[in-house]
C-alpha cells in the first residue's frame, strides 16, 4: 500500500473514528466509572459494586425490567405478525404505482415526531377521545371508555412506532426473491402454507431477524410512549434511568442502570439468535 | 500536514463562533415557564442591549443541568428557595448573591428575610425571592363538592376520577393531611422515615381512585377541563387558569394547608454574566413589571407595590380561594437537608409499583 492510499484510508476512517471514540466509547468509560462510585456521605464516594447489587437485591427494579423486557419481546412479536403480511403485499403482490404508493404510506407516520405521534394516539384513546365517542353514538357503550393509561395502549404505541423498521428491511428481502421460486413450489404440490414455511420465509430469515432486533431494541429503549400512555402503572427501565438521574440526583444508580440496559438487552439479543439457530453475520452479510 | 491544518481550520471556525456569540452580551437565564414573557424580555432588550436567552425547566432539571456542568452554562437560575443549600451543600453549583447589588427596596421586606434565611449556607446568601405561589387542590364543584383536603382525594365515591403527581410535594401534603408534621422531622432522618412509612400505605391504598400520576401541568390542566379528573392536587395558578374558563372548577386551599413555595435568583457557580444577571433581577422586581410577570405566570411575586398593577379579577380568584386563615395556614417548605430526596424517592418508586 503507497503512502497515498493509506493517508485516504486514514481520512476516509476518520470521522467515523473520530464519532465512535468521542461520541461513543469515551462518554461510556466515563458513564462505567460513575456506575462503580458508591455514596458513603456529602460529597463523599469509593468505588464499590452496590449500585449494581441494588438492582439484583430491590426487586422492584428487576421486576421493572422483567416487565419492559417481556412487553418489548411481545411487542416485536405482534409488530412481526402485523407487518409481514404488508411487506410481502408491497413487495409481491402491489405492482407499479401501488407498491411505491403503499411504500409511502407506511413511511408517512414517519415524517412527525414521535412526540406528536403518541399524542396523536391519546387523542384517540382517552376517555373523551375520538373512539369513546364513536362507539357511543354507535349506541355500542352507554357511557365513556378509557383506553388509555393501561399495558394495552403501550403496546398499541409501540408496535405502531416500531411498524417501520419491521416492514422495510423484510420488504427488501420478500423483494429479491424470485417469484419463480415460489411458482416452482406450487408446481411440485406445496400448498400456501408449505411455501410460506419452506421458502418465503427461509428467505426473508435476514430480514427477519434485523428487523426483530431494530424493534427489540427501540422497544426496550422508548421512554415517551410508556410514560405517556401507560399512566399509573406504567413501569418501564428508561423511565427509572431518567428518574434516578433526573429526579433523584443519583447518577451512580442511572449510570449503572444504563449498562445494565446494554448489558441485558445484548444477551436476550444474543438468546433470540441462539435459539431461532441464527447468527449475526448471516444477518447482516 | 493535511490532518493539521483542517484541525487548524476547526479551531479557527470555533473561535469565532465563540467570538461571534461573545459580540452582544447575552443573558442565559435557566426558569420556568411565564417567568420570563417575551413582552418583558424585549422591553429589557431594549433598555440594556443585552439579549436573553430563556431555557424553561423545574426544580429537578435545573439541578441537574448545573450539576452537570459544575455550575456552567447558565448566567442565573430560578430554582425554589428549599431546594438550594441543599443542593449547593452536595454538588457547589451556586455563588453567593452580593446583596449589595440588589434593590432591596424593590422586595417586600419579610418575604426577602425568610428567602435570605432559607437559603443561607456556611453564613453567605445564595437566592433572592421572585415569585411564590402554592400547592393544594383544584377541584371541580360540581362534580366532587366535599373534597376540601388532600385526604378526600381518596374517597371510594371519586373511583378514577383523581390525579396528583409522583413526587414529593404530595408526600409532604398526604403527611400533613393525615395529622403529621412532616417538617418538623426534616432533621430527624428515623422520624422522617416513620412518617414516610404510613404516607406510602395511604397512597397505596388510594391508587384504585389515580386516574393518572400527572406529569406535566397542561396535561392536568386537560384531564380536569374534559371532566375526566374531578379533583387534583395542583398549583393554584392551573386552577385559577381553569376558573376563567368554566366556574365551576377552582384553586381549594386544603384544610390542612396550602403548600407554600417561593422561587428564587440564584447565580450559578461559572456564571458569565453576572452584571447582566443583577440588572435582570433589578428590572423584573419594578412592580410594573412584575404585574407583567404575574399575568403570564398566574402567580404572584415578591415585589412591593405589584399588587396595585395585577389585573382584579385574579386577585378575586385569589382572595375566593385565601380567606385569612387559609393564607395563615399555608405550610412553606423549609431548606431539605440533603438525603431525604434518596428516601422519598424509594417511597414513590414503590408506590408506583404497587398493584
Known sequence: MSARTKLSLILLFAPFALWLGVLIIIPHIDMFLVSIREKIGIGQYRIGPANYMAFFTEPLYWNTFMRTALMSIAATLLTFLIGFPVAFYIAKVARGRLKTTLFLMVLLP????????TFGWMILLRETGVISHTLQWLGLVHRPVELLYNDGAIMVGLVYTSMLFMVVPLVTTLDSLDD????????????GWSVLREIVIPHAMPGIVSGSIVVFMLSLGNYLTPVLMGGKNSLWFTEQIYQQFIVRFNWEQGAAFGFLLLFLSSLIVWLGLKITGQTLRETMG | MIKKALLGAGIAALLAGTALSAQAETLRLLTWGGYAPDKVVKMFEKE?????????????EMIAKLRATGGGGFDLAQPSQDRITGAQAEYNIYKPIDLGRIKKELFIPSMLEATKKNTTLNGKVYGVPHVWGTSGLVVNRDKAPDVKDYLDLCNPKYKGRVSYRLKRPTLIAFAFSMGMDPFAAYSDKAKYGEILKKVEAKLIECKPNVK??????????????????????????????LNKENPAITFVAPKSGALGWIDTFALPRKTKAEDAAYKWINFVMQPKIAAMITAAAGNFTAS??????????????????????????????PPVPPGLEEMEGKVLDRVKAAK
Open chain 1, 180 to 191: 419463480e421460486l415460489i411458482e416452482a413450489g406450487y408446481d411440485l404440490g406445496g400448498n
Open chain 2, 48 to 60: 440594556t442591549g443585552i439579549k436573553v436567552k430563556v431555557t424553561k425547566s423545574n426544580n429537578e
Open chain 2, 212 to 241: 393518572a400520576y400527572w406529569t406535566g401541568g397542561d396535561a392536568l390542566l386537560n384531564l380536569l377541563r374534559s371532566g375526566e379528573v374531578w379533583a387534583a392536587m395542583a398549583w393554584d395558578t392551573g386552577g385559577w387558569k
Open chain 2, 304 to 333: 412591593k407595590g405589584a399588587d396595585a398593577y395585577v389585573e382584579e379579577g385574579l386577585k378575586k380568584r385569589f382572595q375566593e380561594s385565601f380567606p385569612q386563615e387559609a393564607i395563615d395556614n399555608i405550610k412553606w417548605y
Open chain 1, 110 to 117: 414517519f415524517w412527525v415526531s414521535e412526540l406528536v405521534r
